[in-house]
């Protein structure tokens, strides 16, 4: 099984850096990393089952969204290689936002994902996307 692990503190209070990803359809907080958001479909994007495409070629679907843990889980259902179905299967992400407790507080955010197939491969391609991705995030609420 493949998998990986990418983590970020973010100098936000919890709650604002939950609002920005929680919206599964919204990643305008990430411009330099997803260029265009195309939704599929009529679920709004905090509704289990919301589906986007992501720059022409990530499908991705909304498994899970739950508020009260700061947790979200996705799957990617298509995608280039090597993520494509054609080489891995069981694509499953998540995102979880805790607030920091010691210090000057802020926010730690958690993106892994784990799936089945073509493992070393797609966890280069995967952790340099969300490393870039908890970058923008970072960058775009950074206080």
């Known amino acids: 099984m493949g998998k990986t692990y990418q983590s970020v503190v973010v100098n936000a ?4 850096v939950w609002a920005k990803l929680r919206d599964f359809h919204d990643m ?8 265009n958001v195309d939704i599929v479909g009529d679920k709004k994007g905090d509704q289990p089952g919301a589906k986007r495409v992501l720059n022409g070629a990530f499908h991705e679907t909304l498994h899970a969204l739950d ?8 799957s990617i259902d298509e995608g280039p290689s090597p993520v494509s179905s054609n080489e891995v299967s069981s694509y499953e992400g998540h995102v979880r936002v805790r607030p920091v407790t ?6 730690f ?3 892994y994902s784990s799936w089945t197939g073509n493992d070393e491969a797609a966890q280069e391609f ?9 970058g923008q995030l970072k960058k775009a609420l950074d206080q």
């Open 13 to 16: 209070p919890a709650e604002t």
């Open 28 to 35: 305008s907080w990430a411009p330099d990393v997803v260029t």
């Open 67 to 74: 508020d009260d843990n700061r947790e979200l889980t996705y």
């Open 102 to 107: 010691e210090g000057d507080g802020g926010t």
């Open 109 to 111: 955010v958690e993106w």
């Open 126 to 134: 995967c952790q340099g996307i969300y490393t870039a991705l908890l």
